[in-house]
């Protein structure tokens, strides 16, 4: 590639046009494009051509559109392709990869190298993106929805253990509510707040799911013994469900879960391995 200023070429890898060759000196030429012309300078121990004769060392030559460049006995041809506005484009041709390279004005003058990507490179690069989205994407939400399935296992675990707190203390014998739970401060406050039904004027899900208690008083008339249950329902919304599983939980302290999160766990569902 010739951009504006100095193009080294040479052995080193560090130059701008490298020829990996053992007879083509480590720093060999120096091609300068200026607005108006361009110039090349030898440096080596085994000299530079321009046009099948050796130039004079460490002496600027002009060189035009189609002259051949020597270097060593490979020879390259200098094109001047087209204009961008005022501003020619040069390029250089056989082994060392042609490119065509335009270069722009700063607003303190200085020209500036205007490189980017070209179409086919952003094409694969959004590719590439959609590739690593559709493959990473599902995963994430599954572990997302797994993760949510083990926070509302643990609540369910947190009820079941302060409703039996509760029926042996404060509640003489009965089971509470969600707001009689929170009441006592068996439960905080985000439990309340995903609880149906609940006294609690925000309805916020905890961690993607929501838990609908059913408590019954104890009635010696109709021999009815206290119970409670509770289901933990994944939230749907959008089309997207807050987790993979439901859950159930009853006076027995057993947790047990649906096959699915479209089906509801009850009393019958298997429990939790």
């Known amino acids: 590639?010739?951009?504006?200023?100095?193009?080294?070429?040479?052995?080193?890898?560090?130059?701008?046009?490298?020829?990996?060759?053992?007879?083509?000196?480590?720093?060999?030429?120096?091609?300068?494009?200026?607005?108006?012309?361009?110039?090349?300078?030898?440096?080596?121990?085994?000299?530079t051509c321009v046009n099948f004769e050796r130039i004079k060392k460490d002496e600027a030559l002009t060189i035009k559109a189609d002259d051949e460049i020597g270097i060593c006995v490979d020879i390259f041809s200098l094109?001047?392709?087209?204009?961008?506005?005022?501003?020619?484009?040069?390029?250089?041709?056989?082994?060392?990869?042609?490119?065509?390279?335009?270069?722009?004005?700063?607003?303190?003058?200085?020209?500036?190298n205007n490189r980017g990507f070209s179409l086919l490179e952003l094409l694969i690069v959004i590719t590439l993106i959609g590739i690593i989205a559709a493959i990473s994407?599902?995963?994430?939400?599954?572990?997302?929805?797994?993760?949510?399935a083990a926070s509302a296992i643990q609540t369910l675990r947190l009820i079941s253990s302060t409703q039996a707190s509760?029926?042996?203390?404060?509640?003489?014998?009965?089971?509470?509510?969600?707001?009689?739970?929170?009441?006592?401060?068996y439960v905080?406050?985000?439990?309340?707040?995903?609880?149906?039904?609940?006294?609690?004027?925000i309805q916020?899900?905890?961690?993607?799911?929501?838990?609908?208690?059913?408590?019954?008083?104890?009635?010696?008339?109709?021999?009815?013994?206290?119970?409670?249950?509770?289901?933990?329902?994944?939230?749907i919304s959008n089309g997207l469900i807050g987790g993979d599983r439901s859950f159930f939980v009853d006076q027995s302290n057993v947790i047990r879960a649906s096959s699915s999160a479209t089906q509801l766990a009850d009393a019958n569902s298997l429990p939790l391995q």
């Open 1 to 47: 590639q010739l951009y504006y200023g100095k193009n080294t070429i040479g052995r080193l890898p560090s130059n701008d046009i490298h020829i990996n060759k053992p007879n083509v000196s480590r720093e060999h030429a120096v091609i300068t494009v200026f607005e108006d012309k361009v110039e090349i300078l030898d440096s080596s121990l085994n000299g």
């Open 166 to 185: 509760y029926n042996a203390g404060v509640g003489n014998g009965e089971y509470a509510g969600i707001d009689d739970l929170v009441k006592q401060q």
């Open 79 to 112: 094109q001047v392709e087209r204009k961008v506005e005022d501003l020619v484009i040069y390029g250089i041709g056989s082994e060392v990869a042609f490119v065509q390279q335009s270069y722009g004005q700063s607003s303190n003058g200085n020209r500036l």
């Open 204 to 235: 916020t899900p905890k961690s993607g799911y929501i838990f609908l208690f059913n408590v019954v008083k104890s009635d010696s008339s109709t021999n009815t013994v206290a119970s409670y249950d509770v289901l933990a329902r994944p939230l």
């Open 137 to 148: 994407v599902p995963n994430l939400l599954g572990s997302r929805k797994a993760a949510n």
């Open 188 to 201: 905080d406050s985000s439990v309340g707040q995903a609880s149906i039904p609940s006294a609690s004027s």
